[in-house]
């Protein structure tokens, strides 16, 4: 039997940019997505124009190795995917049985991938405090609303819940715990945060996730044995191509490994059924201490 306060875990791969503005790539991300098992193939949609200031869009990447133009700015706009084209990659991953869903970074970003109905959009930590995009998607789409707390302080953490709690909105809320950091060092992952974020919002909110950006896989079982349901992690197919997050992603075998292990630890969670189980009673027979 599991144990009642665990539901199995879903898991996230991250694409993100990862497919470095090629559209075949991220379609291919998708369909290694699905073989891993994970839930769902997520990206990211901006609007470099709309997003950045003149100066911040003018400004050259901060690391050159990693940048696909002179200016931030072109660089951002070298990644993005169009609407079409992730509608495209949304019609594709339901027709191989995976979901899709997007981070929106804008207020046209939100609008186009409202208009494409998944299951739920993802504000990044970097956008929580834009709240005209919080209120577009609180009061003009209907699914799931998942918003990553790194680098937010615990007040600004309650303004967005109470945000949504006003229009009645706080059960569509899905609630990540996040350092924003690639890659994040192990004494920064603050496994704990899970903990508090639940305490403080499990009863208020549809559940919490943890989005690492972290090296390696064990950090995410741990993860959700504290309580969070939804595993957020960044997939690419080769973790030396040229960009940001390869680095903090998992490639295939890693994501496979990952996948079968928080499973096999969600099967693991649980209470004997009877205090001696069936595995166990040919042992007690042949092993435990008699008397003489």
Known sequence: MIAPHYNKPKVIAEIGCNHMGDFEIAKDLVKLAKACGADYAKFQKRHPKELLTEEQYNTPHPVAYNAYGSTYGQHREFLELSAAQHRSLKIYAESIDIGYATSVWDITSANEIIALEPDFIKV????????????????????????????TTKDEEEIVV?????????????????????????????????????????????????????????????????????????????????????????????????????????????????????????????????SR
């Open 124 to 151: 990044p930590s970097a956008c929580n405090n834009n709240f005209e995009m919080l209120g577009l998607l609180r009061d003009n789409y209907n699914g799931d609303v998942h918003i990553s707390f790194g680098m």
């Open 162 to 290: 109470n945000f949504f709690e006003e229009k009645d909105a706080g059960k569509r809320l899905v609630l990540y715990s996040c350092t924003s950091g690639y890659p994040v060092p192990f004494n920064d992952v603050c496994l704990m945060e899970i903990v508090r974020l639940k305490n403080k919002f499990g009863e208020r909110v549809q559940s919490i996730g943890f989005s690492g950006h972290h090296l390696g896989i064990a950090i995410d079982v741990a993860a959700y044995t504290l309580g969070a349901v939804w595993i957020e992690r960044h997939f690419t197919k080769d973790r030396t191509w040229k960009g940001t997050d390869h680095a903090a992603s998992l490639e295939l075998p890693g994501m496979q490994k990952l996948i079968r292990d928080l499973y096999h630890t969600y099967e693991a969670l649980g209470y004997k059924q009877e205090e001696i189980l069936a595995i166990e009673k040919v042992q007690r027979e042949k092993l435990k201490y008699r």
